[in-house]
């Protein structure tokens, strides 16, 4: 028999159901699924699907530390029963989904988005179309302090903040696709409340969360400043360095820059100059957010132009009409490009690492974590995967070296 853990304890609120149903559907021919929700959520659940073959068990806000030690108190129970009893788990928590590891060949875990097939917003790809982060956590700030939400008694629900943040930015409406994604405001909660700009309080008997400001935040500059950026979380401490250096990093369209320069190189068959295709590779992903979304974006190009000529400045990974790969300098922009470098990918994302070091930067074994919501706004399993191999490539070209669990220049 094989068990099924579903663990929905960190959903964005009114996304329960669905998860349920997502894993009645995908394991279908189970009957023994165990569902894992905070306590009073449960409510937000269909009774009648509640059988035999599915159970839910609640779990004490106050008590998520001891999540892993219920899981693994499930998990021994059916394994003993049987040595071919096996178990799967899928959990949004990365402290969950170690769990795995305990078990040899028998519990295998997924995450979330593997099991709907798409990429959630609450668990990282926020929506660079609408506007970037920061500008989203600035106009939430700004629209709580017009309320004066600064404490816990002047605190706003969060089901009112959508409101609050239209009345400031029409972007915010929901008629605007991008901005009516579930979970959208919850992210940009997480976000501000990571960057320590607000606190947040969940009673226990209210499905909704109150939200106030953690202090007296007047202006952006403040939000923005050097000295918020040291309090705040390390991935936004990585991206202020980042772009103080003029690298970014563009977490949310990086990516896309770097699919558009290659589809124009693959089209133009090398008749396009360095120039042209940093211009045309930006033009693109502008273009294509405007058509996709039909919303005006307030996003600095000028900046994403700089940071991609920048970059590919700092890198060899273009090639020339010899086939030998080169950097962009002045005296070469209006050279015709005719491919990549086999691994260039690799090579720009592992210099945003390497820039962080050069700044000096002191990137210790467990900021992995950081690192990855930084380079790819997503905390997940695969982007920390893809942070590892980024490593790994400096290691073995010796561009940085591990010196007691810290990276350094090599």
Request: proline share 2%; charged share 20%.
């Amino acid at each position: 028999m094989k068990l099924i853990i579903a663990d929905i304890t960190r959903a964005n609120l009114g996304t329960e159901q669905s998860l349920v149903n997502s894993i009645l559907e995908r394991y279908e021919s189970h009957n023994n699924i165990v569902v894992y929700i905070y306590s009073l959520l449960e409510q937000l659940i269909d009774e009648n699907i509640v059988t035999d073959r599915f159970k839910i068990k609640k779990v004490d806000p106050a008590e998520i530390s001891f999540l892993t030690t219920m899981i693994s108190s499930d998990l021994d129970a059916e394994l003993n029963k049987s040595e071919d009893n096996t178990a799967i788990i899928v959990s949004f928590h990365s402290f969950v989904l170690t769990l795995a590891s305990r078990y040899t060949n028998r519990v295998s875990a997924i995450t979330w988005k593997e099991v709907l097939g798409r990429k959630l917003v609450n668990s990282g790809g926020w929506p660079e179309q609408l506007m970037p982060i920061d500008e989203a956590v600035s106009v939430l700030v700004d629209a709580m302090n017009e309320s004066n939400s600064i404490s816990r008694q002047s605190a706003q629900r969060a089901s009112d903040l959508r409101s609050l943040l239209v009345n400031k930015d029409s972007r915010f409406n929901k008629s605007n696709p991008v901005a009516s994604k579930t979970g959208l405001i919850k992210s940009i909660v997480n976000e501000a409340e990571e960057r320590k700009l607000v606190h947040t309080f969940h009673n226990g008997t209210d499905p909704n969360y109150y939200i106030w400001l953690a202090g007296d935040f007047k202006s952006k500059a403040q939000i923005n400043s050097t000295n918020f950026v040291h309090k705040g979380s390390i991935s936004g401490q990585y991206i202020e360095i980042l772009k103080g250096d003029g690298l970014g990093p563009f977490s949310g369209i990086r990516h896309k820059l770097f699919n558009s320069i290659e589809e124009l190189i693959g089209r133009e068959l090398g008749f396009i100059e360095t120039n042209a295709l940093i211009n045309q590779a930006v033009a693109t992903v502008k273009s294509e957010f405007e058509n996709n979304n039909g919303v005006h974006l307030n996003y600095p190009w000028r900046r994403v132009r700089s940071f991609l000529l920048k970059l590919l400045s700092r890198n060899e990974v273009l090639l020339n009409i010899d086939e030998k790969p080169f950097r962009v300098t002045f005296s070469n922009l209006s050279t015709p490009v005719t491919g990549l470098v086999s691994n260039w990918r690799t090579i720009l994302d592992s210099d945003l690492i390497l820039a962080l070091i050069e700044n000096g930067v002191q990137i210790q074994v467990g900021e992995i974590q950081q690192l990855s919501g930084a380079l790819f706004y997503d905390r997940d399993e695969t982007s920390e995967q893809n942070v590892i191999k980024l490593i790994e490539y400096l290691l073995n070209r010796k561009l940085v070296v591990d010196i007691n669990c810290t990276l350094n220049i090599g």
